[in-house]
């Protein structure tokens, strides 16, 4: 893995997250950046790799974000788990295997901490099982769409080829 270009695609995707992403917003729903670059990356390196990268993507919207440091360190760490360990049965060149990665990265980051604020704000249990719902679906839909240039990054940004990751 090349973290130089890691860094890149982390500060873009962090930068993007602030500026242009909420202009897209339906409702209070946005895709999630840091998630679709975390799926790239899970679904394409190692386990190592991806719990690095998705702590560290996780840490910068933290600290972005003004939660403080943790939460989403934590739930960006189970999803690049839970997405690594689809890595032989998807393909992540395909719109439609990114793009199932996407949902499942997003639904595994955003349910615990949506819980936890549905608790501790009142919003209620189902009001955050929509809400992380639709920005999984937001965040797939996005992600499905970016199968295809993160497939064209694979050899910069140091990604094992389909073929050895199915070996």
Not at 74 to 79: E, M, P, R
Not at 136 to 153: D, E, Q, R, W, Y
Request: charged fraction near 10%; aromatic fraction near 10%; proline fraction near 5%.
């Amino acid at each position: 893995m090349n973290w130089i270009v890691f860094a890149f695609l982390a500060a873009l995707a962090t930068v993007s997250q602030l500026a242009v992403v909420p202009l897209f917003a339906i409702g209070h729903a946005v895709p999630d950046v840091g998630i679709i670059v975390l799926a790239a990356i899970a679904l394409r390196t190692g386990r190592n790799t991806a719990c690095i990268a998705g702590w560290t993507l996780g840490l910068m919207r933290d600290l972005t974000g003004g939660s403080g440091p943790g939460p989403f360190a934590l739930t960006f760490l189970l999803a690049a788990l839970l997405t690594n360990l689809l890595r032989g049965g998807l393909f992540p060149s395909r719109p439609v295997g990114m793009g199932i990665a996407c949902f499942i990265a997003a639904c595994s980051a955003h349910a615990p901490y949506g819980v936890v604020l549905a608790i501790r704000y009142g919003m209620g249990f189902w009001g955050a099982v929509g809400h992380t719902l639709a920005v999984a679906l937001f965040t797939a839909i996005v992600g499905a769409l970016a199968a295809k240039p993160f497939a064209k990054i694979r050899g910069v940004a140091g990604w094992a080829p389909e073929r050895e990751m199915l070996a």
